[in-house]
């Protein structure tokens, strides 16, 4: 874990993607299949397979563009994950933002609306039964 009191605390998580691929490829098809509302079991067993990853980082991917998602959808640009200690959840971040509209015309934030928020309503909600 990384520490500094003025910018706070941070763990690495990047994970070691294998098979000759990147941490953005493995982020893109996650949001794919999150989109496409993949069981998170059998994705976890997929990605594993598919990215030659160990249970613990397929189940830290899923996690992380989760956060990604959650972070862009509160609007606010100073949520953005740190490109390199969680790339996973800065491109999920990035490719989310993109799809939010701005608050206003000058403004640097964005209103949480369309499929991931959507996204976001679903997943709590299944997550609190």
């Known amino acids: 874990m990384k520490c500094d009191l003025q910018v706070g605390c941070a763990d690495d998580m990047n994970v070691h993607v294998g098979n000759g691929a990147s941490q953005a490829e493995l ?6 299949e999150i989109e496409l509302g993949t069981d998170l079991f059998h994705l976890k067993e997929k990605i594993a397979l598919q990215y ?13 563009v989760q956060g990604g998602i959650i972070r862009a959808l509160t609007g606010n640009p100073e949520n953005a994950p740190d490109r390199l200690l969680d790339p996973i959840a800065k491109f999920a971040f990035d490719a989310v933002w993109k799809t939010l509209q701005r608050k206003h015309f ?24």
């Open 106 to 129: 000058l403004s640097r934030k964005r209103i949480a609306g369309g499929k991931w928020e959507s996204w976001y309503v679903r997943h709590r909600s299944s997550n609190s039964d």
């Open 27 to 32: 982020a893109k098809y996650l949001l794919g």
């Open 52 to 64: 030659a990853l160990s249970e613990e980082d397929a189940l830290l991917a899923i996690d992380r």
